[in-house]
Antibody, heavy 120, light 107 residues
Framework: VQLVESGGGLVQPGGSLRLSCAAS????????MNWVRQAPGKGLEWVAY?????????YYADSVKGRFTISRDNAKNSVYLQMNNLRAEDTAVYYC?????????????WGQGTVVTVSS | EIVLTQSPATLSLSPGERASLSCRAS??????LAWYQQKPGQAPRLLIY???NRATGIPARFSGSGSGTDFTLTISNLEPEDFAVYYC?????????FGQGTKVDIK
């Protein structure tokens, strides 16, 4: 199992960024996926969830609801996070994490993270 | 939102000692609690799911217990590679939430 994030960078407040997570080594379409972030020197914060298959069920943290959108492309084995109207407090390492499903629904595999910095 | 409170914030121990980390939930999460380990510059690693089940490849010195609102992660016989930050996380409801972490450092 491998998860590789990309798309991070420096963006001005109010700007947008799209993160990608490329998955391999497992049947991607059958797993729920999540984004989790970690601000510098801080703890972990769950950001977004998408159900397997068509991804019809999504959940967001209140802190990003209405600004961030999670999506997936099963043909490309990828999950995305579209981030709009970014704020300084969105500065963090963003990880994609696989949901283990019926083996405890915990986050059983994580990518290495991509850094997002929101600053003028 | 379920708030998870971890204690202590820092635990200073020597290799070979036993570590007991606590996680308390603001309401019952049944046994729907996981534990993760994170080392500097690395992604978190799943250790325990559903309160007491070790994830694949996790050594037997890691064990979890508890239900309802009180949970414990025990590391028996600390190895040098166990010094890290540990987080608990609940999957009882949305939003998924994490504790603030307990750092286990070398005494």
């Amino acid at each position: 199992v491998q998860l590789v994030e990309s798309g991070g960078g420096l963006v001005q407040p109010g700007g947008s960024l799209r993160l990608s997570c490329a998955a391999s080594g497992f049947t991607f379409t059958t797993y729920s996926m999540n984004w989790v972030r970690q601000a510098p020197g801080k703890g972990l914060e769950w950001v977004a969830y998408m159900s397997p298959g068509g991804g019809t069920i999504v959940y967001y943290a209140d802190s990003v609801k209405g600004r961030f959108t999670i999506s997936r492309d099963n043909a490309k084995n990828s999950v995305y996070l579209q981030m709009n109207n970014l704020r300084a407090e969105d500065t963090a390492v963003y990880y994609c994490a696989r949901d283990a499903g019926d083996r405890g629904y915990a986050f059983d595999f994580w990518g290495q993270g991509t850094v997002v910095t929101v600053s003028s | 939102e379920i708030v998870l409170t971890q204690s202590p914030a820092t635990l200073s121990l020597s290799p070979g000692e036993r570590a007991s980390l606590s996680c308390r939930a603001s309401q019952s999460v049944s046994t729907y609690l996981a534990w993760y380990q994170q080392k500097p510059g690395q992604a978190p690693r799943l250790l325990i799911y559903d309160a007491s089940n070790r994830a694949t490849g996790i050594p037997a010195r890691f064990s979890g217990s508890g239900s309802g609102t009180d949970f414990t992660l025990t590391i028996s016989n600390l190895e040098p590679e166990d010094f890290a930050v540990y987080y608990c996380q609940q999957r009882y409801n949305w939003p998924r939430t994490f504790g603030q972490g307990t750092k286990v450092d070398i005494k």
